[in-house]
T-cell receptor
Framework: DTEVTQTPKHLVMGMTNKKSLKCEQH?????MYWYKQKAKKPPELMFV???????INESVPSRFSPECPNSSLLNLHLHALQPEDSALYLC?????????????????FGQGTRLTVV | AQKITQTQPGMFVQEKEAVTLDCTYD???????LFWYKQPSSGEMIFLIY??????QNATEGRYSLNFQKARKSANLVISASQLGDSAMYFC???????????????FGKGITLSVRP
């Protein structure tokens, strides 16, 4: 199983709504990531989890709240979003880095959730 | 400072011909990894090929090869025998080793759009 599964695929939410994005992988990866991607732009890192602990937060607004309940699951809780938060949200996972070797640390991505904030 | 630079405008190639997509990077870390990803219009990010900073040989994966010139800090992707299905956006990305036990972030260049003509 080399898949990262994201749900839902599409989400429309109002600015006062609370919603969650879900991500699941069963590849035994211990690093998981959330990226945000606007059309025709590169993915921008939001969060990195290593061994279920938040290791990198790229100064993301608190209206985005990540959660890693176990080694296979990653959630992104959304609250009071703005229309400019509309984007493709990509989840990814990878093996842990080894000392002096980044081999096999390619990130495997899910198909993303297309989020529209109205 | 921008760590990954992809400056080519949209690229066009005739089916069955080879094409080179350029990528330059900037880092002072001796241990780093370079990755190429393909993103079709469906949105999924597909890993293509990896090159480590200590690797002595250029990476190859099927029709993909990486022209790694460490002194020039370039890692160009070569796609041989282009196919119509190769039409997509292509991103170069880099990891710099953290040495902390946590995973580093994968930073992307702004991407290149490749169109394969029949």
């Amino acid at each position: 199983d080399t898949e990262v599964t994201q749900t839902p695929k599409h989400l429309v939410m109002g600015m006062t709504n609370k919603k969650s994005l879900k991500c699941e992988q069963h590849m035994g990866h211990r690093a998981m990531y959330w990226y945000k991607q606007k059309a025709k732009k590169p993915p921008e890192l939001m969060f990195v989890y290593s061994y279920e602990k938040l290791s990198i937060n790229e100064s993301v607004p608190s209206r985005f709240s990540p959660e890693c309940p176990n080694s296979s699951l990653l959630n992104l809780h959304l609250h009071a979003l703005q229309p400019e938060d509309s984007a493709l949200y990509l989840c990814a996972s990878s093996h842990r880095e080894q000392i002096l070797s980044l081999k096999n640390t390619e990130a495997f991505f899910g198909q993303g959730t297309r989020l529209t904030v109205v | 400072a921008q760590k990954i630079t992809q400056t080519q405008p949209g690229m066009f190639v005739q089916e069955k011909e080879a094409v080179t997509l350029d990528c330059t990077y900037d880092t002072s870390d001796p241990s780093y990894g370079l990755f190429w990803y393909k993103q079709p219009s469906s949105g999924e990010m597909i890993f293509l090929i990896y090159q480590g900073s200590y690797d002595q040989q250029n990476a190859t994966e099927g029709r993909y090869s990486l022209n790694f010139q460490k002194a020039r800090k370039s890692a160009n992707l070569v796609i041989s025998a282009s196919q119509l299905g190769d039409s997509a956006m292509y991103f170069c990305a880099m990891r710099e080793a953290l040495y902390t036990g946590a995973n580093s972030k994968l930073t992307f260049g702004k991407g290149i759009t490749l169109s394969v003509r029949p």
